[in-house]
């Protein structure tokens, strides 16, 4: 009956040891000191030192000298497909409300409505190569000058913008172009403004007080 027991014994602290229970195991003091913000409390039969499940630096592991934010060269895949895509809706909006208005006259048929498609994808492409267009640009500019200044901040985008505009109305002579580097600088201006709103407002609070 001993022997039996003993291998027994025997068996059951082989099989501990083969699923890692049988090491070094933590008192109820050690694992109390240790927090476990939301997380479920962890068995003291489990041979899982805690301290190595708390999460205290960046989930993902950056590459050297490489920033958290991304640049104005990932932006720029993600802002021109976006204007691609706000165009095409824009521009088949617009194709549909022209086309019902030109053929107001007209009977519910087929050549109404072929004439109704054509205008929805005649302006879908229309703002889509436009916007697209744009955004290109923009974002070409604000690549190349992040790089000549080696900074980012609301100045490329202003300066972007603005040359974006003077370039795309350059077909216009001089008033084209001032035309459109008046029309790129507000624009961006405005986005600068709102991009920095909380912060204004938070400055202004401080010099008031």
Aim: with cysteine; proline share 3%; charged share 15%.
């Amino acid at each position: 009956m001993e022997s039996g027991g003993g291998s027994g014994n025997k068996t059951t602290g082989g099989l501990a040891g083969f699923f890692g229970a049988g090491g070094a195991g933590y008192s109820h003091a050690d694992l109390a000191g240790v927090p476990l913000t939301g997380m479920n409390p962890l068995s003291p039969y489990l041979n899982v030192d805690p301290r190595y499940l708390v999460q205290d630096t960046d989930e993902f592991i950056l590459p050297t000298g490489a920033n958290k934010t991304r640049g104005r060269f990932e932006l720029a895949f993600f802002t021109i497909g976006g204007c691609c895509m706000t165009g095409a809706a824009f521009g088949a909006m617009n194709g549909l409300r022209l086309g019902l208005k030109e053929t107001q006259n007209m009977s519910w048929s087929k050549p109404r409505n072929v004439q109704i498609l054509n205008m929805v994808t005649r302006q879908g492409a229309l703002w889509a190569n436009t916007l697209g267009s744009l955004a290109l640009l923009y974002s070409a500019f604000g690549v190349v000058i992040e790089k000549t200044r080696g900074a980012e901040d609301d100045l490329n985008t202003i300066a972007a913008g603005t040359m974006t505009g003077m370039l795309y109305k350059c077909t216009g002579g001089l008033r084209g172009v001032a035309r459109g580097g008046l029309a790129g600088l507000t624009l961006t201006g405005l986005y600068a403004l709102y991009n920095n709103w909380e912060h204004m407002k938070g400055s202004l609070l401080q010099q008031s007080l």
